[in-house]
């Protein structure tokens, strides 16, 4: 057992992640970013855990942090920090929604245009239009007909941030379909589906994934606007973006009933990003040099 | 050069055309029955039946949409419900306060970020460059309203320097102005900072590596000079080019920045008209503001070419 073990850790391939693990975690900010983002997650976790949903009371509406409510309160008397732990769940599952749907989505259509130039002139057409249209303004013209909803808000992200990953997908298609191994696979005797799926797929895998991280950050960012101005997630289904919709009116008063949860949201983004960052250079360290 | 400008801009109708059918289409395949939507939650079937034969919403989808079509090549965005005005008047009484917004932020930006950048490429690996380069990654990840909101606590609400929430249109003086404007227009400048910085610092730093500065500095020429008057330029082209694409994230951080400070701008028409759910108030602002970042961005890449004269397309 522990021989099959140790063979099974020398093998080429699990060095091989094992040396891109570490040279995503040696990356300056890398660290940082996860420690960023670990607090809030945790927070989240260990509210979904432990803490009930906030209850209303009237007697200790907006009051300042304190040991009873580390957060403070909002106008309803909730207890803030159970209130926002609770509303990241929805914050930080819409953005993981809208990475996930739009990545595959995206790699789908992506493959499709590189391949079938019919398909590739009409799609990128349609592709074009939807981003010349800023992503936060498609989303409100989709929210204001399609009305407060959290499917309706991952649906109105999803659309307006697909095309990016398109691109993306195409551009790598066409220009890995030239390579020489893609000609050597084909001499081979592979078909079209197989070298799509076994030979270029994970080669596009890897800059997808920087992608991913940086959809799932705005989108975690969008939803806040979206909410922020109304056209977001319903009232009775807190995230961070409507909770400081919710008391945005009483900021003077109880500042921290906006600051925090607006924290909240900064510390995950900035923690995914630099992560998302350190992903990135760690696959490419020639961008590493430049940027 | 006339050739490309032409060229570049007949590309920009099919796009156009593109991103009108979008919008269109989201309007009224986003909701199962636009007229319901119009006519309110209280509307009898009725009303929504008189609705859906004003705004012609009976006919099939393809006429609506040449109908759609034909008013927009004159210009005209649809009529309000909620104020029975044009929203063409609409947004031509806001664009005023929303292009100040705009104007001031980015050439706070820019003041910020071009220096900022330089000197960090400048002075790359450093102390200096790293705290650089977390200004900039902070400042974009974080939602415009927690800088506006911070910005509000410390400097109008602490310090009291300026009005918390309001504007002043320019022809009541600069002062007035700038005393309104100001921290909005930082607030969503900061944030757009941010992106320009990474890329001046990026365009700098490959153009310090090339050889005409090499030459620069073995002419003797000081460090300020090499860095302006050679790296800088010729880093210009990526930057504006950035400047371009990332109007979007102007766009909609005009649209929250006016929110919060209550400016009434486009922006804020925008959100008034989700609230009211005047639709085509909401279409035509979507549909605005599109076709200017289209236009944006070809006024970038005729620029682009103007300033480059290695650019042959």
Same mark, same amino acid.
Do not use: K
């Given at each position: 057992m522990a021989t099959a073990d140790a063979t099974a850790l020398s093998s080429p391939r699990h060095g091989a992640v094992r040396r891109g693990l570490g040279a995503i975690f040696t990356r300056p900010g890398f660290r940082p970013g996860l420690v960023l983002f670990s607090l809030p997650l945790l927070g989240i976790l260990l509210g979904a855990l432990v803490l009930a949903p906030a209850g209303m009371d009237g007697a200790i509406r907006l009051t300042a942090p304190s040991w009873?409510? *580390?957060?403070? @309160?909002?106008?309803?008397?909730?207890?803030?920090? %159970?209130?926002?732990?609770?509303?990241?769940?929805?914050?930080?599952?819409? &953005?993981?929604?809208?990475?996930?749907?739009?990545?595959?989505?995206?790699?789908?259509? &992506?493959?499709? %245009? &590189?391949?079938i130039r019919v398909v590739d002139a009409v799609l990128m057409r349609i592709m074009d239009g939807i981003m010349a249209i800023p992503g936060i303004l498609l989303a409100i013209a989709l929210m204001s007909v399609a009305g407060a909803g959290l499917v309706n808000v991952i649906v109105a992200i999803t659309i307006a941030d697909v095309p990016r990953v398109v691109r993306l997908v195409r551009a790598m298609v066409l220009s890995l379909r030239e390579q020489t191994f893609v000609d050597a696979a084909r001499i081979a005797g592979n078909r079209t589906g197989r070298i799509v799926f076994r030979h270029l797929l994970p080669m596009t895998l890897?800059?997808?994934?920087?992608?991913? @991280?940086?959809?799932?950050?705005?989108?975690?960012?969008?939803?806040?606007?979206?909410?922020?101005?109304? %056209?977001?997630? *319903?009232?009775?289904? *807190?995230?961070?973006?409507?909770? !400081?919709?919710?008391?945005? !009116?009483?900021?003077?008063?109880?500042?921290?009933?906006?600051?925090? *949860? &607006?924290?909240?949201? %900064?510390a995950t983004v900035l923690g995914i990003n630099l992560m998302g960052d350190a992903l990135r250079d760690a696959l490419d360290p020639r961008v590493a040099k430049a940027i | 050069m006339a050739a490309f400008i032409v060229r570049r801009m007949l590309l920009t109708i099919p796009v156009m055309l593109v991103v009108a059918t979008v919008v269109f289409l989201i309007m009224r395949l986003g909701a199962s029955d636009p007229a319901a939507v119009l006519a309110g939650e209280l509307a009898t079937d009725a009303q929504i039946a008189a609705i859906r034969a004003r705004y012609g919403f009976d006919a099939p989808i393809l006429v609506q949409l040449v109908k759609w079509f034909g008013l927009l090549l004159q210009g005209d965005l649809g009529v309000s419900i909620y104020t029975q005005m044009p929203v063409t008047t609409l947004i031509g009484q806001r664009i005023g306060a929303t292009l100040s917004l705009a104007l001031y932020a980015m050439t706070i930006a820019v003041a910020i970020a071009v220096p900022l950048g330089t000197i960090a490429a400048w002075k790359a690996g450093s102390l200096i460059d790293r705290a650089v380069m977390v200004f900039a990654v902070s400042a974009y990840s974080f939602p415009v309203f927690l800088i506006s909101y911070a910005l509000i606590l410390v400097f109008a609400l602490d310090l009291g320097l300026f009005p918390v929430q309001g504007y002043k249109p320019l022809a009541r003086g600069i002062g007035p102005w700038l005393e309104y404007l100001t921290l909005p227009a930082l607030s969503l400048g900061l944030a757009y900072a941010a992106l320009l910085a990474r890329m001046t610092r990026a365009s700098v730093l490959e153009m310090l590596r090339q050889d005409f500065v090499r030459t620069a500095r073995a002419k003797g020429l000081r460090t300020f000079q090499v860095l302006v008057r050679h790296a800088l330029r010729n880093a210009a082209v990526p930057i504006v080019t950035v400047i371009g694409l990332s109007l979007a994230a102007l766009i909609s951080g005009v649209v929250i920045t006016e929110t919060v400070f209550a400016i009434p701008g486009i922006g804020r028409l925008t959100v008034d008209g989700i609230f009211t759910r005047d639709y085509p108030v909401v279409q035509g602002v979507v549909l605005f503001f599109s076709f200017v970042y289209v236009f944006l961005n070809l006024a970038v890449d005729v620029i682009y070419a103007l300033v480059d004269p290695r650019i042959r397309y």
């Open positions: 009873a409510h *580390p957060f403070g @309160t909002d106008n309803l008397g909730r207890d803030l920090f %159970a209130h926002v732990l609770r509303g990241g769940r929805v914050s930080l599952a819409i &953005g993981i929604a809208v990475a996930v749907l739009s990545t595959a989505i995206g790699l789908v259509l &992506g493959l499709l %245009a &590189g391949f890897g800059p997808l994934a920087v992608q991913a @991280t940086f959809i799932c950050t705005s989108a975690i960012i969008t939803e806040a606007y979206l909410s922020f101005i109304g %056209a977001g997630t *319903p009232p009775d289904m *807190p995230s961070w973006g409507n909770i !400081i919709a919710e008391n945005r !009116i009483y900021f003077r008063g109880a500042p921290w009933s906006v600051l925090i *949860p &607006g924290c909240f949201i %900064a | -």
